[in-house]
Protein backbone atom coordinates (compact mmCIF):
# COMPACT_ATOMS: atom_id res chain seq x y z
CA UNK A 1 0.00 0.00 0.00
CA UNK A 2 2.95 2.42 0.16
CA UNK A 3 2.93 3.69 -3.41
CA UNK A 4 -0.29 4.85 -2.35
CA UNK A 5 1.37 7.33 -0.52
CA UNK A 6 3.92 8.17 -3.03
CA UNK A 7 4.42 11.55 -4.49
CA UNK A 8 6.03 10.07 -7.72
CA UNK A 9 2.73 7.97 -8.91
CA UNK A 10 0.79 10.74 -9.02
CA UNK A 11 0.63 13.56 -12.20
CA UNK A 12 -2.27 15.71 -10.73
CA UNK A 13 -2.20 15.34 -7.55
CA UNK A 14 1.00 16.63 -4.79
CA UNK A 15 1.29 14.62 -1.72
CA UNK A 16 3.33 16.13 0.66
CA UNK A 17 4.02 13.44 4.47
CA UNK A 18 4.39 15.51 7.67
CA UNK A 19 5.31 14.15 10.62
CA UNK A 20 1.94 11.79 12.81
CA UNK A 21 0.94 10.21 9.69
CA UNK A 22 -0.39 13.91 8.49
CA UNK A 23 -0.33 14.17 4.51
CA UNK A 24 -1.20 17.37 2.54
CA UNK A 25 -2.63 16.21 -0.71
CA UNK A 26 -2.71 19.55 -2.94
CA UNK A 27 -4.65 19.96 -6.93
CA UNK A 28 -1.98 19.89 -9.06
CA UNK A 29 -3.57 22.23 -12.24
CA UNK A 30 -3.34 25.64 -11.19
CA UNK A 31 -3.28 26.45 -14.97
CA UNK A 32 -6.52 25.24 -15.08
CA UNK A 33 -7.89 26.28 -11.93
CA UNK A 34 -7.31 23.09 -10.89
CA UNK A 35 -10.68 21.43 -12.77
CA UNK A 36 -11.64 17.80 -12.19
CA UNK A 37 -11.13 16.30 -15.30
CA UNK A 38 -10.89 12.16 -15.39
CA UNK A 39 -7.79 11.86 -14.65
CA UNK A 40 -7.82 13.64 -10.97
CA UNK A 41 -10.64 11.94 -10.33
CA UNK A 42 -8.91 8.38 -10.96
CA UNK A 43 -6.45 9.81 -8.37
CA UNK A 44 -8.48 11.15 -5.91
CA UNK A 45 -9.96 7.33 -6.05
CA UNK A 46 -6.92 5.67 -5.58
CA UNK A 47 -5.81 7.68 -2.59
CA UNK A 48 -8.52 8.01 -0.40
CA UNK A 49 -9.12 4.03 -1.32
CA UNK A 50 -5.84 3.19 0.31
CA UNK A 51 -5.02 5.94 2.63
CA UNK A 52 -6.20 4.62 5.84
CA UNK A 53 -4.31 1.30 4.58
CA UNK A 54 -1.29 3.22 4.44
CA UNK A 55 -1.01 4.77 7.50
CA UNK A 56 -2.60 8.24 7.06
CA UNK A 57 -4.28 9.31 9.90
CA UNK A 58 -5.49 13.00 9.04
CA UNK A 59 -5.19 14.90 5.09
CA UNK A 60 -5.41 18.43 4.79
CA UNK A 61 -6.67 19.36 0.99
CA UNK A 62 -5.56 22.13 -0.76
CA UNK A 63 -5.31 23.56 -4.34
CA UNK A 64 -2.54 24.76 -5.87
CA UNK A 65 -2.18 28.70 -7.14
CA UNK A 66 -5.01 31.09 -6.60
CA UNK A 67 -8.08 28.91 -6.36
CA UNK A 68 -9.07 25.37 -4.69
CA UNK A 69 -10.96 23.78 -7.47
CA UNK A 70 -13.13 25.51 -10.55
CA UNK A 71 -15.07 22.12 -10.82
CA UNK A 72 -15.76 20.07 -14.00
CA UNK A 73 -13.37 20.50 -16.31
CA UNK A 74 -15.68 21.97 -19.19
CA UNK A 75 -12.84 22.19 -21.97
CA UNK A 76 -12.23 18.01 -21.64
CA UNK A 77 -16.01 17.06 -21.15
CA UNK A 78 -16.92 19.62 -24.25
CA UNK A 79 -14.31 18.15 -26.30
CA UNK A 80 -15.22 14.53 -25.29
CA UNK A 81 -18.70 15.43 -26.49
CA UNK A 82 -19.23 12.21 -24.46
CA UNK A 83 -22.86 10.04 -24.87
CA UNK A 84 -25.35 9.97 -22.22
CA UNK A 85 -23.96 6.69 -20.80
CA UNK A 86 -20.38 8.06 -21.03
CA UNK A 87 -21.23 10.86 -18.94
CA UNK A 88 -23.11 8.74 -16.65
CA UNK A 89 -20.45 6.49 -15.75
CA UNK A 90 -18.06 9.88 -15.27
CA UNK A 91 -20.12 10.61 -12.76
CA UNK A 92 -19.94 7.37 -11.18
CA UNK A 93 -16.49 7.71 -10.63
CA UNK A 94 -16.73 11.15 -9.21
CA UNK A 95 -19.37 9.54 -6.39
CA UNK A 96 -16.86 6.89 -5.94
CA UNK A 97 -14.08 9.25 -5.49
CA UNK A 98 -16.18 11.53 -2.90
CA UNK A 99 -17.75 8.84 -1.35
CA UNK A 100 -14.02 7.17 -0.11
CA UNK A 101 -13.23 10.73 0.99
CA UNK A 102 -16.33 10.98 3.48
CA UNK A 103 -17.07 7.36 4.56
CA UNK A 104 -13.15 6.43 4.18
CA UNK A 105 -12.42 7.12 7.86
CA UNK A 106 -9.61 9.51 7.38
CA UNK A 107 -10.35 13.10 9.01
CA UNK A 108 -9.93 15.38 6.12
CA UNK A 109 -9.67 19.25 6.51
CA UNK A 110 -10.17 21.23 2.92
CA UNK A 111 -7.91 24.33 3.15
CA UNK A 112 -10.24 26.78 0.60
CA UNK A 113 -9.15 30.00 -1.27
CA UNK A 114 -10.01 31.28 -4.54
CA UNK A 115 -13.09 30.07 -5.96
CA UNK A 116 -14.87 26.14 -4.85
CA UNK A 117 -17.38 26.37 -7.89
CA UNK A 118 -19.15 23.93 -9.08
CA UNK A 119 -17.71 20.15 -8.81
CA UNK A 120 -14.83 21.76 -6.39
CA UNK A 121 -18.16 22.71 -4.37
CA UNK A 122 -18.81 19.25 -4.03
CA UNK A 123 -15.13 18.00 -3.84
CA UNK A 124 -14.93 19.78 -0.73
CA UNK A 125 -18.72 19.07 0.61
CA UNK A 126 -16.31 15.71 0.76
CA UNK A 127 -14.20 16.96 3.48
CA UNK A 128 -15.04 16.34 6.78
CA UNK A 129 -13.98 19.95 8.08
CA UNK A 130 -13.92 23.42 5.44
CA UNK A 131 -11.60 26.31 6.02
CA UNK A 132 -11.81 29.37 3.99
CA UNK A 133 -10.36 33.20 4.52
CA UNK A 134 -12.69 36.23 2.95
CA UNK A 135 -12.14 36.10 -0.38
CA UNK A 136 -12.79 32.14 -0.78
CA UNK A 137 -16.41 32.08 -2.63
CA UNK A 138 -19.14 28.96 -3.42
CA UNK A 139 -21.21 28.61 -6.22
CA UNK A 140 -22.79 26.59 -8.26
CA UNK A 141 -23.26 27.94 -11.91
CA UNK A 142 -24.62 24.16 -13.81
CA UNK A 143 -27.86 26.31 -14.52
CA UNK A 144 -26.07 29.11 -16.65
CA UNK A 145 -24.03 26.47 -17.82
CA UNK A 146 -26.86 23.91 -19.63
CA UNK A 147 -25.72 21.17 -17.45
CA UNK A 148 -26.55 19.65 -13.77
CA UNK A 149 -24.99 18.56 -10.96
CA UNK A 150 -23.45 15.27 -11.11
CA UNK A 151 -21.01 14.99 -8.28
CA UNK A 152 -23.48 14.59 -5.07
CA UNK A 153 -24.40 18.57 -4.48
CA UNK A 154 -27.97 17.50 -4.30
CA UNK A 155 -26.55 14.99 -1.47
CA UNK A 156 -23.87 16.90 0.58
CA UNK A 157 -24.54 20.89 -0.41
CA UNK A 158 -28.01 20.38 0.37
CA UNK A 159 -27.07 18.74 3.63
CA UNK A 160 -25.20 21.32 4.50
CA UNK A 161 -27.46 24.24 3.55
CA UNK A 162 -30.78 22.98 3.01
CA UNK A 163 -32.23 22.04 -0.28
CA UNK A 164 -33.96 25.45 -1.62
CA UNK A 165 -30.80 27.63 -0.75
CA UNK A 166 -28.88 24.83 -3.24
CA UNK A 167 -31.51 25.19 -5.49
CA UNK A 168 -31.16 28.83 -5.78
CA UNK A 169 -27.79 28.50 -5.92
CA UNK A 170 -27.99 26.21 -9.31
CA UNK A 171 -30.82 28.10 -10.96
CA UNK A 172 -29.57 31.95 -10.30
CA UNK A 173 -25.55 31.16 -9.98
CA UNK A 174 -25.38 32.98 -6.50
CA UNK A 175 -21.94 33.48 -5.15
CA UNK A 176 -21.73 32.99 -1.63
CA UNK A 177 -18.86 34.31 0.39
CA UNK A 178 -16.63 34.70 3.38
CA UNK A 179 -18.58 35.18 6.60
CA UNK A 180 -22.05 34.50 4.70
CA UNK A 181 -20.46 31.37 3.70
CA UNK A 182 -20.10 29.97 7.25
CA UNK A 183 -23.27 31.16 8.59
CA UNK A 184 -24.76 29.17 5.60
CA UNK A 185 -22.77 26.05 6.70
CA UNK A 186 -20.67 26.21 3.38
CA UNK A 187 -17.66 26.17 5.63
CA UNK A 188 -17.08 25.86 9.63
CA UNK A 189 -14.04 27.72 9.95
CA UNK A 190 -13.10 31.50 8.70
CA UNK A 191 -9.27 32.80 8.72
CA UNK A 192 -7.64 36.36 7.73
CA UNK A 193 -6.32 36.56 4.44
CA UNK A 194 -4.07 33.69 3.40
CA UNK A 195 -4.40 31.86 6.04
CA UNK A 196 -6.54 28.98 5.40
CA UNK A 197 -4.21 26.86 4.55
CA UNK A 198 -1.86 27.19 7.89
CA UNK A 199 -5.60 26.78 10.24
CA UNK A 200 -6.25 23.96 8.15
CA UNK A 201 -2.72 22.42 9.10
CA UNK A 202 -3.44 23.04 12.89
CA UNK A 203 -6.61 21.46 12.87
CA UNK A 204 -5.26 18.74 10.89
CA UNK A 205 -2.25 18.36 13.17
CA UNK A 206 -4.56 18.32 16.19
CA UNK A 207 -6.93 15.58 14.92
CA UNK A 208 -4.16 13.21 13.55
CA UNK A 209 -3.04 12.92 17.93
CA UNK A 210 -6.49 11.56 18.14
CA UNK A 211 -6.70 7.28 17.98
CA UNK A 212 -7.12 6.13 14.70
CA UNK A 213 -10.02 4.01 15.39
CA UNK A 214 -11.92 6.70 17.04
CA UNK A 215 -11.47 8.90 14.11
CA UNK A 216 -12.32 6.30 11.53
CA UNK A 217 -15.94 6.08 13.69
CA UNK A 218 -15.80 9.97 13.12
CA UNK A 219 -15.25 10.05 9.37
CA UNK A 220 -17.45 6.74 8.43
CA UNK A 221 -20.33 5.76 11.36
CA UNK A 222 -21.96 9.15 11.73
CA UNK A 223 -22.48 9.73 7.67
CA UNK A 224 -23.53 6.22 7.43
CA UNK A 225 -25.76 6.76 10.79
CA UNK A 226 -27.14 9.88 8.94
CA UNK A 227 -28.85 7.56 5.67
CA UNK A 228 -30.21 5.38 8.92
CA UNK A 229 -33.75 5.15 10.11
CA UNK A 230 -33.42 6.80 14.17
CA UNK A 231 -33.69 3.41 15.38
CA UNK A 232 -31.43 1.82 13.15
CA UNK A 233 -28.93 4.70 13.77
CA UNK A 234 -29.11 4.70 17.54
CA UNK A 235 -28.25 0.62 17.07
CA UNK A 236 -25.33 1.39 14.84
CA UNK A 237 -24.13 4.06 17.48
CA UNK A 238 -24.51 1.42 20.46
CA UNK A 239 -22.13 -0.89 18.44
CA UNK A 240 -19.82 1.29 16.95
CA UNK A 241 -19.59 2.86 20.70
CA UNK A 242 -18.66 -0.95 22.08
CA UNK A 243 -16.25 -1.51 19.55
CA UNK A 244 -14.42 1.95 20.44
CA UNK A 245 -14.73 3.21 24.15
CA UNK A 246 -13.14 -0.49 25.07
CA UNK A 247 -10.16 -0.27 22.63
CA UNK A 248 -7.24 -0.95 24.46
CA UNK A 249 -5.55 2.27 23.27
CA UNK A 250 -7.90 4.02 25.19
CA UNK A 251 -7.21 2.79 28.49
CA UNK A 252 -4.49 5.33 29.04
CA UNK A 253 -6.30 8.43 28.02
CA UNK A 254 -9.35 7.64 30.23
CA UNK A 255 -6.67 6.41 33.10
CA UNK A 256 -4.88 10.01 32.45
CA UNK A 257 -8.40 11.52 32.62
CA UNK A 258 -9.51 9.91 35.91
CA UNK A 259 -5.87 11.01 37.86
CA UNK A 260 -6.47 14.45 36.50
CA UNK A 261 -3.45 14.46 34.51
CA UNK A 262 -5.14 15.08 31.01
CA UNK A 263 -6.29 18.85 29.78
CA UNK A 264 -9.55 19.31 30.69
CA UNK A 265 -12.32 21.12 28.69
CA UNK A 266 -12.42 24.64 29.43
CA UNK A 267 -14.40 27.78 28.30
CA UNK A 268 -13.00 30.59 26.30
CA UNK A 269 -11.19 33.20 28.12
Not at 103 to 114: K, R
Not at 213 to 227: D, K, P, R
Request: proline share 4%; hydrophobic share 45%.
Amino acid sequence: MQDVVHPDSYENLALTAHDNGLYVVTLNRPDKRNALDVATIEELIRFFSGARMAGVKAVVLAGAGDHFCAGLDLIEHWKADRSPDDFMHVCLRWHEAFNKMEYGGVPIVAALQGAVVGGGLELASAAHIRVIDPGTYFALPEGQRGIFTGGGATIRVSDMIGKYRMIDMILTGRVYQGQEAVDLGLAQYITDPGDSFDKAMDLASKIAQNLPLTNFAICSAVSHMNNMSGMDAAYAEAVVAGVVNTQPAARARLEAFANKSAARVRPKS
